[in-house]
């Protein structure tokens, strides 16, 4: 049982470059989510999925797009990096017990936009 | 909309000290609440919550409870070792919402010296 996995964990672009995070998840769960951490900021939502074939847009979407067609995998896209989306990516997944969520994290994708 | 504010960091405190990390939220509707820790270089995990007025949470000595008269749920350990040295996220999930999404203070770091 991984848990949830992400891949790359490190990954150097050059500006107007593009590329794709992929995050896994073992554990059938339905809720999936993608946030950036910057210094003093905490996390942000980019993106989320509450199902396989769904997504919607989080705080700060801008520059990003993504797809669920497995459930088990969410990718976030980055069509033309900018060095704005220098961070730390972060997936996690969420069970469901009532209205009580819980999020489990990956260990992350630092992203360096030059 | 929904917050979390947090205490700012960075917090030293010498080995077997007691810690309070403060966290108020404002929040519509019925939020869980939590808190996440983050070691250098990982991901995020989980510490503890609580779902509804006045429950508390508890794990691995750190305690909080939510306090709704307040909108706080302060994090407390009595006495802290060198190894619970991390970063410290308050967080709740939307209330009213069915999709789980988590919004986070801007961390607390902590640092414990022998």
């Known amino acids: 049982n991984a848990g949830v996995t992400q891949t790359p964990k490190f990954r150097v672009l050059k500006t107007g470059q593009s590329m794709t995070l992929l995050c896994a998840q073992d554990?059938?769960?339905?809720?999936m989510y993608w946030y950036r951490q910057d210094p003093g900021m905490g996390l942000r939502l980019i993106h989320y999925?509450?199902?396989?074939?769904?997504?919607a847009k989080g705080e700060v979407p801008d520059g990003y797009n993504v797809s669920r067609l497995k459930k088990q995998n969410f990718l976030l896209g980055l069509e033309s990096a900018a060095p704005s989306q220098t961070s730390v990516y972060f997936c996690?997944?969420?069970?469901?017990?009532?209205?009580?969520?819980?999020?489990?994290f990956g260990p992350g994708t630092r992203l360096t936009v030059t | 909309g929904d917050s979390v504010t947090q205490m700012e960091g960075p917090v030293t405190l010498s080995e077997e000290a007691f810690l309070t990390i403060n966290c108020t939220y404002t929040?519509?509707?019925?939020?869980?609440l939590f808190w996440y820790v983050q070691y250098p270089g990982e991901g995020l995990q989980l510490l503890l919550k609580a779902t509804k007025a006045d429950d508390k949470g508890s794990n691995k000595g750190f305690e909080a409870t939510y306090r709704k008269e307040t909108t706080s749920f302060h994090l407390e350990k009595g006495s802290v070792q060198v190894s619970d040295s991390a970063v410290y996220f308050c967080a709740l999930t939307d209330g009213s919402g069915n999709t789980g999404k988590l919004i986070f203070g801007q961390g607390t770091t902590l640092q414990v010296k022998p």
């Open positions: 554990m059938n769960h339905e809720y």
């Open positions: 996690a997944s969420s069970s469901r017990t009532g209205r009580v969520y819980e999020q489990y």
């Open positions: 929040a519509t509707g019925y939020p869980s």
């Open positions: 999925s509450v199902g396989e074939g769904t997504t």
